[in-house]
Nanobody
Framework: QVQLVETGGGLVQAGGSLRLSCAAS????????VGWFRQAPGKEREFVAA??????????SYSDSVKGRFDIFRDNAKNTAYLQMNSLKPEDTAVYYC??????????????????WGQGTQVTVSS
């Protein structure tokens, strides 16, 4: 089992920045996939960003709505993934969830393949 703890949500004005953290513990593996998803009230959960680490390299993927504003990165020594969110907009308001799989997922933009989920953290962007 793997446990995920998210931190870093909060209230910020439009144009501001926040950094979310997703710390993993338990039976983790070196080669894995970490994704960030979000869910706004009345909307379905949507993909935000993902990073996957294989034996050869580390790769990332972003949704079009956050590309150029958000950055996903990881500290493998700390088993922690981060989502740096810049130039935040009111439409970024949502509960943000991190998800993890102890393998490389071929479709990290979809939620189904992930095995573990964090508890979610609220991000509110005021206009």
């Amino acid at each position: 089992q793997v446990q995920l703890v998210e931190t870093g949500g909060g209230l910020v004005q439009a144009g501001g920045s926040l950094r979310l953290s997703c710390a993993a513990s338990g039976q983790t593996r070196s080669y894995n996939t970490v994704g960030w998803f979000r869910q706004a009230p009345g909307k379905e959960r949507e993909f935000v960003a993902a990073t996957w680490r294989s034996w050869s390299d580390t790769s990332t993927s972003y949704s079009d709505s956050v590309k150029g504003r958000f950055d996903i990165f990881r500290d493998n020594a700390k088993n922690t993934a981060y989502l740096q969110m810049n130039s935040l907009k009111p439409e970024d308001t949502a509960v943000y969830y991190c998800a993890r799989a102890e393998r490389v997922i071929t479709t990290p933009q979809t939620s189904t393949p992930y095995d573990y989920w964090g508890q979610g953290t609220q991000v509110t962007v005021s206009s």
